[in-house]
Structure formats: structure tokens, C-alpha cells
């Protein structure tokens, strides 16, 4: 083990390489930053990441983006390339993928971010395949307009502005189903345990065992996991990161997920509703902010401060016309107002069927719980927005009502599709949110969805299994 402390005004800087850190035999090269704010950081050099391919035996580099619904696509180099698209980039298409076309470019150049790295350990050991998530620009060197990331970039960097900073933490629900015969997916659920059964009744613990474990290998931290009310159904629980992270490691868990039940026989799926009469998969976003490294959700005992209120109230306010977002799928709206998924625009320090829960408020893990979304979502722009809402109803000191315990809420999420992309398509604070690209584009696509349906049973049971075995 080899350490070095390099002190600089702003940052403390710990580099530690060891050769031997995991039972793969893949040498960790860790540099961690502790910025002014207290936040811990991971941070690589291009230089240090080269090395890093080189001395793991790395051979395929998978270069990772996202369609503008947050569905991964990527290319995969050689290696040896890695250090020229570090400085060219990588040439896309982008008329071929959801949500990118009426760009006038023929093409598009995609960047690789170093402090991505990370190497699949479900592929094979010799010849190592690492993952880089990427950047999106023009030829020019310009941010691309349907660039996601970018879109959670921009809104952190907005609320850092003001002087608030944000970490999140996920909390995620999804189904385990067996295979055929042929190795297709059914709708058999791999058990029929229910909430916080222990084998031989649950026989998911295994598979989460394994989701777990490949996670820390990944980098990445868990912070618990169990059975869930459905047969079937598992959630897994991570710490609190910042938001770029949190996004970039939630895509991340989902391929763990399906890799880690492919290689146990099974399928998962992350549809919000894929048993009608059980419960459906969530997706909770647990956020907290701080400002002056004070956690402003903390009720100090003379209840929320004047900026929680108006941050709870903002989303509240917005809630209806960003739910197209959170919950994109026609199936997303099935899930609502059952097994305690929320249908009512409200907020409450205990209620587990509010839209915004308030737990721990006198403690220093005092956060916004916000409840509606589901697996099916893009994170990049449902944090973005997530926030961007809530620094409206600080920017406009907005007051928030009531909790649920005193009143309540007449004021519904959208049922359908249908209506919640009319939420969307009138909406000035959505188009002020999203790069007028992603904002045309998503909304185009997901109206043209919902006529489809609209137009015949067929369609919609097309999309329904089409969606099923992709998201």
C-alpha cells in the first residue's frame, strides 16, 4: 500500500493504489478529493485512467450515453483507441437515436468523463471490458443540446449559485421473474414472499446478495436491501451522493441488476406496474440541502425554516407538470394510488400515501422524500428537475400548505399519459427547465405514444411487453 498527501489550499488529496484490492485481482487506483464544501469526490486524470486500462488488462472500452428517456446506448473500442477519443472524441449518429433527431449535425463526438471509469466484472477477467460514461457535444467542441447529463450538470451548478448543495439518496423496488422453456421472460414471479420475508420463503436474497456485492466492487454503495410487498419484488437502498453520481451510479444498478438475475436464470424488470394486482415498483428520491453546511430540512424545534418550506412548496407546485417525467410509461399511471403509491399533490411528515414525506426531521438526516416516481425514469432530468423546482419556490418564497395530518389535498397527479404530457405541453416552467430540443422531442414522442394506444388494444399491449423487457 502506498500513500501520498499532497496539500493544496483548497483540496486535500489522498492517492492510494494497491495491487491485490479485490478478489478479481484488479488493481484500484482510488484519488479521493475533499472540496471546501466537506463533499467527497472521485477524480481522474486521463493520464491516470490510460494507465489504469493498461495495468488491468483492459481490452474493450464501452463508451456509455443516454437517449433523451435515459435509456443507455453505447460503442465499444479498443483500448488502444481510448487515449485519442480522450482528445477527438467518438463520432455517433445521432438521427438514429430516440430523441436526437432535427439536429442539423450529420454526427456527434462523444467525450469520455475519467471519473467514470469503471470495469464490468461480469465479463471475462482476461481481456477486461471497462465502461466510460460520456459527454455529448457538437463537432465544434459545443455542449450537444440533448446532452442529459448536461441538463443535471446545469441545474446543480444553478443551485450551487444560490448557495445550496444537494445530495441524494435512491431507494429502488423491481420484480425478479422466471424464464421458459426458449430462456424468454414470463410474468412467473421468482417467489411469493412478501414484505421482509427471509428464505426459504424469500428466494431473492441470494440475487441481492450477489447486486450487492458487485456494486462495492463497482465502486458503488449500497446501503441495504430486502424483499418487497410483491412476490418477487426486491428493493435496494443507496447512500446519499451528490446527484451527478447518484444518476450515474442508479443506470449503473440497473445493469447490475439485470446481469446479476440473468446469471441466476431469472429476469428483472423494472416496470412500474407489472403485475396488475400487486404492488408496483417505485422509485423514491430521498434528497436533502444544505446551505452554510446546514441541513435546512432540520426543525430545530421551531418546525421547518422559511427555505424548506418554499423549497417542499416549489415541487408541490410543479409536481403535476413534471410528472411526465418521472413516470413516462402508460403502465407508470396503473401503479398510482394503490399499495401506497401516491396519486394526491401533498405533503406530510409520516403519511406513506404523501406525495412528499418528511422523516427525521430533528435529525441531521432530515430529507424530502418524494415518492411518485418509478424505474421507468430518465434520473439525469428527474433530479434536474426535481430541483429546479425546488429552487423556484425559493426563488419565489413560495408558502407551503398544510401537511396531509391537517388537511386534505384536493389536487391529483395526472392519471394517464395522456394527461400528463398535456401538463407538460403547457408548462412555461418545464420549457424553462429543458433545452428546447429534449423538451419538443420527449413530448413529441410521448404523445405520439399515447395515440398509438389510444388507436388500438394491440398497440398498447405491444408496448406494453416491448417496454416490459427493455426498462
Known amino acids: 500500500m502506498r500513500k501520498n498527501c499532497i496539500v493544496i489550499p483548497v483540496f486535500c488529496i489522498f492517492i492510494r493504489c494497491s495491487r491485490n484490492a479485490s478478489p478479481t485481482g484488479i488493481r484500484r487506483l482510488s484519488l479521493t478529493a475533499t472540496n471546501s464544501k466537506g463533499d467527497m469526490t472521485l477524480k481522474f486524470t486521463v493520464k491516470e485512467v490510460l494507465q489504469f486500462v493498461e495495468e488491468n488488462d483492459v481490452k474493450f472500452v464501452r463508451l456509455v450515453f443516454f437517449d ?7 460503442i465499444s473500442i479498443m483500448s488502444d483507441e481510448l487515449e485519442s477519443v480522450f482528445e477527438h472524441g467518438a463520432n455517433i449518429v445521432p438521427s438514429n437515436i430516440d430523441g436526437f433527431g432535427g439536429t442539423d449535425n450529420s454526427d456527434l463526438l462523444l467525450f469520455p468523463d475519467p471519473s467514470t471509469i469503471k470495469i464490468l466484472p461480469w465479463r471475462p477477467q482476461n481481456g477486461r471490458v471497462a465502461r466510460l460514461l460520456c459527454d455529448i457535444k457538437n463537432p465544434n467542441g459545443t455542449p450537444f443540446e440533448g446532452d442529459v447529463r448536461s441538463v443535471l450538470k446545469n441545474a446543480v451548478d444553478q443551485a450551487e449559485q444560490m448557495g445550496f448543495y444537494t445530495r441524494v439518496g435512491v431507494a429502488c423496488e423491481f420484480y425478479l421473474f ?8 414470463t410474468r412467473i414471479p421468482h417467489d411469493n414472499a412478501g414484505y421482509l420475508d427471509v428464505a426459504p420463503l424469500d428466494k431473492g436474497e441470494n440475487v441481492r446478495r450477489q447486486i450487492c456485492l458487485t456494486l462495492e466492487e463497482m465502486g458503488i454503495d449500497p446501503l441495504s436491501s430486502h424483499h418487497e410487498n410483491g412476490p ?8 446519499h451522493s451528490d ?24 429476469f428483472a424488470s423494472f416496470m412500474p406496474k407489472p403485475l396488475p394486482d400487486k404492488s408496483g415498483s417505485g422509485m423514491h428520491i430521498n434528497l436533502m440541502l444544505s446551505k452554510y453546511g446546514y441541513n435546512i430540512f432540520k426543525d430545530s424545534g421551531s418546525g421547518l425554516n422559511e427555505h424548506a418550506q418554499s423549497f417542499i412548496a416549489g415541487i408541490l407546485a410543479h409536481a403535476a407538470e413534471m410528472t411526465v417525467f418521472f413516470n413516462p410509461l402508460s403502465n407508470s399511471y396503473a401503479r ?14 409520516q403519511g406513506f400515501h404523501s406525495l412528499i414525506r418528511m422523516p427525521e426531521v430533528t435529525t441531521d438526516q432530515a430529507r424530502v422524500d418524494f415518492r411518485s416516481p418509478d424505474p421507468s425514469c430518465n434520473p439525469y432530468l428527474a433530479f434536474a428537475l426535481l430541483l429546479y423546482a425546488g429552487m423556484d419556490g425559493i426563488n419565489q418564497k413560495m408558502k407551503l400548505a398544510p401537511p396531509a395530518e391537517d388537511t386534505h389535498s384536493s389536487s391529483k397527479l395526472p392519471l394517464s399519459l395522456d394527461e400528463a404530457v398535456r401538463c407538460a405541453e403547457n408548462s412555461q416552467f418545464i420549457q424553462n427547465c429543458l ?37
Open 68 to 74: 433523451v428517456f435515459g435509456i443507455k446506448k453505447n
Open 178 to 185: 422466471r424464464l421458459d422453456d426458449n430462456g424468454l421472460p
Open 232 to 239: 418477487g419484488q426486491n428493493e435496494i437502498d443507496f447512500r
Open 243 to 266: 446527484l451527478l453520481s447518484a444518476a450515474d451510479d442508479f443506470v449503473t444498478f440497473k445493469d447490475v441488476v439485470k446481469t446479476s438475475a440473468a446469471s441466476n436464470g431469472l
Open 336 to 349: 398510482f394510488g394503490s399499495h401506497k403509491a401516491p396519486d394526491t399533490v401533498d405533503w406530510s411528515y
Open 435 to 471: 433545452p428546447p430540443m429534449i423538451y419538443r422531442n420527449y413530448l413529441s414522442m410521448k404523445s405520439a405514444e399515447v395515440k398509438a394506444a389510444l388507436s388500438s388494444v394491440e398497440q398498447r399491449q405491444q408496448t406494453e411487453e416491448r417496454y416490459f423487457e427493455v426498462i
